[in-house]
């Protein structure tokens, strides 16, 4: 059964700093490209960090210089840093995984952890 737990979520103040961790299971976890998506009320889903199997990363402008994605293969496990916090980075945050073969995708989700930016 695949799994991707997510934890580390919470309230914290402006300029602060909180880590997100996504736990993987029932997959192959060194052979798929892990990303945040982050979700606000009334507003779609969007991306926020992937790193790929090969350790390529890339950011959404709105998050380069203050966010920073890592894994760590052994543990299947996937880490989002997150600081100096601003109230627009308010919202679900959701764990992804993704690999393609050349005939199937696979795309698995977490449930989401709730991060809430405001004093």
């Known amino acids: 059964q695949v799994q991707l737990v997510e934890s580390g979520g919470g309230l914290v103040q402006p300029g602060g700093s909180l880590r997100l961790s996504c736990a993987a299971s029932g997959f192959t976890f060194r052979s798929y490209a892990m990303s945040w998506y982050r979700q606000a009320p009334g507003k779609e889903r969007e991306l926020v960090a992937t790193?790929?199997?090969?350790?390529?990363?890339n950011y959404a402008d709105s998050v380069k210089g203050r966010f920073t994605i890592s894994r760590d293969n052994a543990r299947n496990t996937v880490y989002l840093q997150m600081d100096s916090l601003k109230p627009e980075d308010t919202a679900v945050y959701y764990c992804?995984?993704?690999?393609?073969?050349?005939?199937?995708?696979?795309?698995?989700w977490g449930q989401g952890t709730q991060v809430t930016v405001s004093s």
């Open positions: 992804n995984a993704f690999f393609r073969t050349s005939f199937r995708e696979y795309n698995y």
């Open positions: 790193i790929t199997s090969a350790a390529s990363i």
